[in-house]
């Protein structure tokens, strides 16, 4: 199976991510209120009121991910847990995501990726009302990574994709430092949550590197 035929399995990735974005009532900012979670793998702290979103059982391996809504200040956290996590993380790079910046938060070393999404409402509409920012913040633990999203609408927190932004200050960096992680060696593997063979991965890895190797290429 050739790259360009992953390609199409990990955008549809994104796309369902992005597509799970609703649209929310007006309401004010509130940086005050904080809701504690604890899922199959990690445990944290949201800023705002954070309720959680079901997921489908019937899915495969979805006790290895979770998603939470804050419908008040516009944010939309998805999260997973997976080995292999970093070839996703270099698939993602190579196709428009970009070089993370790499942060220490007690002790952990996050990559954090900023982009920007159209989410599936008004995709026609190409004012800054219609664009969502999104940070995916990836760190390993126990041969595992643990992968989160963090998707906001971009006119209703400050947002210009730094690392001192209001969303990143106020919700991304405050959420990462209050993340404990748990035992995810049982955590799935890249190739299961992509239904795809287990030799199909070091292929990937190799066109990766491919890419990468090209002097033309840049991120």
Known sequence: MKL?????????????IVAIIGAYALGCFDFSEK???????????????????????SLNNSEWTD??????????????????GSVLM?????????RPEVRDINGVS????YSQAVPTTNTNSTDNSSV?????????????????????????IKCDGSLFCDLYKNYVESLLKSISF?????????HEVLGLQES???????????????PNFTY
């Open 4 to 16: 360009e035929k992953k390609h199409i399995v990990i955008i549809a990735i994104i796309v369902v």
């Open 35 to 57: 809701t504690e979670f604890n899922n199959n793998f990690i445990s944290g702290t949201f800023t705002g009121n954070v309720t959680k979103k079901p997921i489908d059982s």
């Open 200 to 214: 199909d991965i070091p292929e990937i890895v190799k066109e990766i590197d491919e890419v990468k190797s090209n």
């Open 110 to 113: 996050w990559n954090i990726y």
């Open 182 to 190: 748990k035992d995810n060696s049982k955590a799935p593997k890249l």
């Open 132 to 156: 969502m920012n999104v940070y995916v913040c990836q760190a390993d633990n126990n041969g595992a990574s643990v992968i989160i999203y963090i998707i906001s609408s971009s006119n209703k």
């Open 67 to 84: 998603s939470y809504v804050d419908k008040v200040n516009f944010i939309e956290y998805n999260m997973s847990c997976v080995k292999n």
């Open 90 to 98: 270099d698939l993602y790079s190579i196709q428009g995501l970009g």
